[in-house]
């Protein structure tokens, strides 16, 4: 079943003739413009003999000498002796500045697809550059599948497993829990097949590597059989749904839910194993549901009144989609609207005060718009894991790419903080190595290894310095 979520937008259409609009708040607010200072979707200009270089949403660029794709392994040692700076890139789906280098990108994307695969022993072999949909559909012609999966299905399994990118399930851990062991080649050239028994260390810290011990061309995975999933998807008052989280992430496989700002309403989102003959999604909406918000917020965002007025007459309520496909069809998406993250992962006995006054913050802005996510992980042990120490719920804000994002450092990072949160490697934040060091028991570890696999530095950048308390000359 489906209905139609433009409806946002054309009960805001209804209603703005139907009300009376004070004229001066309303001409104030319609010329506002949210465009943030400096906003260039354009790469940056490359001076000769260097090529440009962007993250996905933009916010992040540089202009190395090379960007390197290697097809071999002897290609991949032969660039990294050529250059002084190495940085690798996955999909450029990070937001902080894991990539930026004025020396060279190492592109790992020609080590990809399924290598290999046991389904007796359920273990899979596959290319480090590939990306999670091409993951998952090869591995379901093999009859595996992976135990869970993020929300953004584009990104390269070495950029999702060296950020920690996480899927949701309280029962389920985040994606690099179920690496059996990978191959990476370090800054002296030398190829390396790691798994906890060869080399306990850099296993616990290569899972989660931010890209900082070198470059894995090849993961070694455990897997599942490959299954189908019920997707249930639901819109009913926010308060309503934060009385029922605990109870549905333990209810449910996957969990998580969207709230949408300034409404009052949020969407419940559930997955479920399922066996029989399946529907096959339904027709995604999202987009509409993003777009009828935005213009709810172009149009009433002077007035919160009338703003949640106009959303709890036009959204839809109950369930509105129930459909079910194999897993890796309804867990994931391409997310085709850019934007910028902020998400921190908050011990799960403090996630929803410190949920709620994210909340609140968020709502003390009348320019904001866009839908917040909240999900659970549970636990595993990688020594740079956010859900090392137990289950934490990870809290999502996103701003338009074209739009101010300065708010997420000002207003919301300290609440995140306050509440023990960590936040996500790729995601956006201000962190050094003082707070991740109190963050994280085994940070001082990470930091020794690193140090000594690579002690010329060949594979820092300016953020990844800033983060392991290190200098730095470009």
């Known amino acids: 079943m489906s209905t139609t979520r433009r409806a946002v937008l054309l009960g805001t259409a209804g209603l703005a003739a139907a009300v009376a609009i004070p004229g001066v708040q309303y001409a104030r607010w319609s010329m506002k413009d949210f465009t943030r200072d400096g906003y260039d979707p354009g790469l ?6 260097e090529v440009a270089w962007t993250n996905w949403s933009g916010i992040q660029q540089s202009t190395p000498k090379q960007i390197a794709v290697p ?13 002084r700076r190495v940085r690798p890139v996955g999909s450029g789906h990070s937001f902080t ?3 930026p280098s004025e020396h060279m990108i190492v592109d790992a994307s020609r080590f990809s697809g399924l290598i290999s695969a046991d389904a007796a022993t359920g273990t899979a072999t596959i290319g480090a550059g590939t990306r999670i949909r091409q993951a998952a559909r090869e591995l379901d012609g093999a009859g595996l599948a992976l ?27 985040p994606l690099h829990a179920h690496i059996e062991g990978f191959r990476i080649m370090l800054a002296d050239g030398t190829a390396r097949d790691v798994s906890a028994a060869s080399d306990p260390d850099l296993f616990m810290a290569g899972r989660v590597s931010l890209g900082a011990l070198g470059v894995i061309t090849q993961y070694t995975l455990n897997c599942v059989p490959t299954y189908n999933l019920k997707r249930r998807v639901w819109v009913e008052k926010l308060d309503t749904l934060l009385d029922q989280v605990m109870d549905l992430s333990q209810q ?32 995604d909406e999202d987009e509409d549901t993003l777009a009828g918000l935005k213009q709810l917020r172009d149009v009433f965002g002077w007035s919160t009144w009338l703003r949640e007025r106009i959303a709890a007459g036009s959204l839809p309520k109950g369930l509105i989609e129930e459909s079910s496909d194999a897993y890796w069809k309804l867990l994931a998406t391409a997310r085709p609207t850019k934007f910028n993250e902020m998400e921190y992962h908050i011990p799960l006995e403090n996630g929803l005060t410190c949920l709620r006054e994210i909340i609140a913050a968020l709502e003390s802005r009348n320019d904001t718009f866009f839908p917040m996510e909240i999900r659970i992980t549970a636990p595993d042990d990688a020594w740079l894991s956010p859900f090392n120490d137990g289950p934490r719920m990870s809290i999502a804000t996103h701003a338009a790419v074209d739009e101010p994002y300065d708010y997420f450092f000002s207003a919301l990072e300290p609440i995140h903080r306050a509440h023990g949160g960590r936040p996500h490697w790729g995601k956006l934040h201000s ?22 696999l690579d002690p010329e530095g060949k594979f820092l950048n300016p953020h990844l310095a800033h983060l392991f308390g290190v200098d730095f000359d470009a």
């Open 44 to 49: 940056p200009p490359a001076p000769e003999g």
């Open 71 to 83: 097809a071999s392994e002897a290609d991949l040692a032969n660039a990294l002796a050529e250059a």
């Open 97 to 99: 500045g894991l990539v």
């Open 147 to 173: 135990q869970n999966l993020p929300d953004v299905d584009v990104q390269t399994l070495a950029g999702s497993f060296s950020t920690s990118t996480h899927g949701t399930g309280r029962t389920l851990q």
């Open 252 to 283: 449910h496989r996957n969990f998580e839910f969207y709230y949408f700002p300034f409404t009052g309403y949020a969407a419940g989102i559930s997955h479920d194993i399922f066996e029989g003959e399946v529907t096959g999604r339904v027709p």
């Open 431 to 452: 962190l050094g190595k003082e707070e991740l060091i109190s963050l994280y028991p085994d940070f001082q570890n990470f930091l020794d290894l690193r140090a000594s």
